[in-house]
C-alpha cells in the first residue's frame, strides 16, 4: 500500500533553512552558468574601449558613450531606459605636456614622462623654468616652508609596499595629488610635480583629479612616472639648484551637460524599493577607461541582461546607473543622489563596481551590523566561486552620494587589488589589459549578490 504521507513527512524532516540553501545554491549556479556561458560583457567593453575611447566628461567621446550606454541596456532588455541630466565640468589637457631637467653639468635628458593632473590651470604658454625642491611629505613641507617661494616642489612620496591591499596604498598617497598643489602654493611654489599613485614597475605616468584651496593661487600640477621621479630625486641628491622646465596648457572651460544612463527592470512585487547597480561611464583621455571603470559599467548591464535571459522576475526595481563624471566631479553621483531625495525614494541598497575588473575577491559594505550579518550569512553560497570576503568596510564614490543624502546601504564588488594600480589612470588601461574570464566572473558574483538581497531583502 502507498503511503500517501511520506512526502509531507519528508518535508518535515529536511530543514527550512537547509532547503532554502539548496535553492539559492542552485539559482546562483543557474546565475553563473548563463553569465560565464552567455555573458556580453566582454563584447560590449571592446565596443566602449576601442569605438569610445577614452571619455572624460565635456569631451565629444562623454555623449558617444551616453549613446552607447542607452543601446546596450535596451538590448539587455531593460524595461525603461532614459537619461538623467546633470552639470559636468569640461576640463581638457591641450598639447602635450613638457618638463625638462635644466642642469648646469649640461648633459642631455630626455623629457621627463609627466601628464597634467586634472582640473590643473596651464603654465604661461612660455612655460615655468625654476628651481626644483623635493619634498617627501606635508610634515616635509611645513619644516621647509621658507624655502619653497619661487621654486617647484616634487612630491616624491611613495606608494607603501607593506600595504597588503593596495587600495589602502592608494589611500594614504592620494593627498598629495587632491591637496598638493595649493598647500605648495600657500608658501609660493610656481608648479608642483607629484610622483604618480602606483607602484607598477613602470615609468607610466599617472593623471587623476586635484582640487584647488581658493584661499591660494591655483598653480601647474603634472604627475610622473616613477623611473623619471627616481632620475630626478637622484639628481637633486647632488645638485641643489636643478632647475626645472615645466609646459602645459590645460584648461577648464564652462561646465556642460552630461547624463547620467538609467536602465531598469520594474519590480513584481514592490516596485517603489529600488536597487540601485552602476559604475561610472566616464575615463581619462589618456587611455581607453577599460579597468577604470569600463568594467564596472558592463558588469552591471550583464547583470541586467542575465536576470531577464533566465526569466527572473524581481521583486524590487533594479535599476542599473551608468554615472556620469566620476573621474573629476562625481557630478552624476550628486545628481543621482539629489533627485532620490528630493522624490522621496526608497533605496534598500546601492551596489557598485569601480574597483576593476580582476578576480572577484568578495564586496566591501557600509551598512548597519545587523543588514552586514545577514548578507555574510550568504557567504557560504558563493565559496564554490571563490568569493569569500564580506569584511571590509566601505563603498563606491558615487553610490557613496546617496549613503551620505538618504544612508542607503551600499557595497562594492572588491576584486584583486595587487594590479590595479599599475594602469589606473595611465595610458596602458586598455581593452587588452581586462581577462575575459575575471571579467564574467565579476558579473557574476554582483548578479548573485543582488539576486538575494532582492529575494530577502535587508
Not at 607629484?194 to 591660494?216: C, I, Q
Request: proline share 4%; aromatic share 8%.
Amino acid at each position: 500500500m502507498r503511503n500517501y504521507l511520506l512526502p509531507a513527512l519528508l518535508a518535515i524532516t529536511v530543514p527550512v533553512c537547509a532547503q532554502q540553501k539548496e535553492n539559492d545554491s542552485l539559482a546562483l549556479r543557474s546565475l553563473a552558468n548563463e553569465v560565464l556561458t552567455h555573458s556580453k560583457a566582454y563584447a560590449n567593453l571592446k565596443e566602449l574601449t576601442q569605438q569610445v575611447g577614452g571619455r572624460l566628461a565635456g569631451s565629444p567621446q562623454m555623449v558617444k558613450a551616453e549613446k552607447w550606454g542607452e543601446k546596450v541596456l535596451k538590448d539587455a532588455g531593460a524595461d525603461t531606459v532614459y537619461l538623467q541630466a546633470c552639470q559636468v565640468p569640461h576640463w581638457v589637457r591641450g598639447a602635450k605636456e613638457e618638463v625638462r631637467i635644466i642642469s648646469r653639468r649640461r648633459d642631455f635628458i630626455p623629457p621627463l614622462n609627466v601628464l597634467a593632473l586634472g582640473n590643473s590651470v596651464g603654465s604661461a604658454p612660455a612655460g615655468i623654468t625654476a628651481t626644483v625642491i623635493e619634498i617627501a611629505s606635508f610634515e616635509d613641507l611645513e619644516a621647509k616652508k621658507d624655502e619653497i617661494k619661487g621654486k617647484i616642489v616634487f612630491y616624491n612620496y611613495h606608494f607603501k609596499p607593506e600595504l597588503i591591499r593596495t587600495f589602502e596604498s592608494y589611500g594614504d598617497a592620494v593627498k598629495y595629488r587632491g591637496q598638493g598643489a595649493s598647500r605648495a602654493a600657500r608658501y609660493g611654489a610656481v608648479a608642483v610635480v607629484v610622483r604618480s599613485m602606483t607602484h607598477g614597475a613602470n615609468n607610466l605616468p599617472h593623471t587623476g583629479a586635484m582640487k584647488y584651496d581658493e584661499a591660494f593661487p591655483k598653480i601647474p600640477a603634472v604627475a610622473i612616472g616613477l623611473e623619471d621621479a627616481d632620475l630626478l630625486s637622484n639628481r637633486l641628491k647632488g645638485e641643489s639648484d636643478l632647475k626645472l622646465y615645466l609646459r602645459t596648457s590645460c584648461k577648464m572651460l564652462p561646465d556642460t551637460t552630461g547624463h547620467n544612463v538609467i536602465g531598469e527592470i520594474r519590480g513584481t512585487e514592490q516596485p517603489d524599493q529600488i536597487i540601485t547597480v552602476g559604475g561610472h561611464l566616464d575615463s581619462w583621455d589618456v587611455n581607453e577607461g577599460a579597468h577604470d571603470d569600463g568594467t564596472g559599467c558592463v558588469q552591471s548591464v550583464e547583470l541586467l541582461r542575465a536576470f531577464k535571459a533566465l526569466g527572473i522576475k524581481p521583486k524590487h526595481t533594479i535599476r542599473v546607473v551608468l554615472f556620469a563624471n566620476e573621474e573629476n566631479g562625481t557630478r552624476g553621483g550628486k545628481k543621482y543622489a539629489e533627485v532620490a531625495k528630493a522624490k522621496g525614494e526608497h533605496h534598500i541598497f546601492a551596489l557598485e563596481s569601480d574597483a576593476g575588473g580582476f578576480t572577484p575577491r568578495g564586496f566591501s559594505l557600509m551598512m548597519p551590523d545587523e543588514k552586514r550579518a545577514k548578507i555574510a550569512s550568504w557567504a557560504p553560497l558563493f565559496l564554490p566561486y571563490d568569493v569569500y570576503d564580506f569584511t571590509a568596510v566601505g563603498g563606491g564614490v558615487d553610490v557613496g552620494e546617496l549613503y551620505e543624502a538618504i544612508g542607503t546601504p551600499m557595497g562594492e564588488l572588491m576584486p584583486d587589488s595587487q594590479r590595479y594600480f599599475d594602469l589606473h589612470h595611465a595610458a596602458n588601461d586598455t581593452f587588452e589589459a581586462v581577462n575575459k574570464r575575471e571579467l564574467e566572473l565579476g558579473a557574476f558574483s554582483m548578479t548573485g549578490l543582488i539576486y538575494l538581497i532582492d529575494k530577502y531583502g535587508l
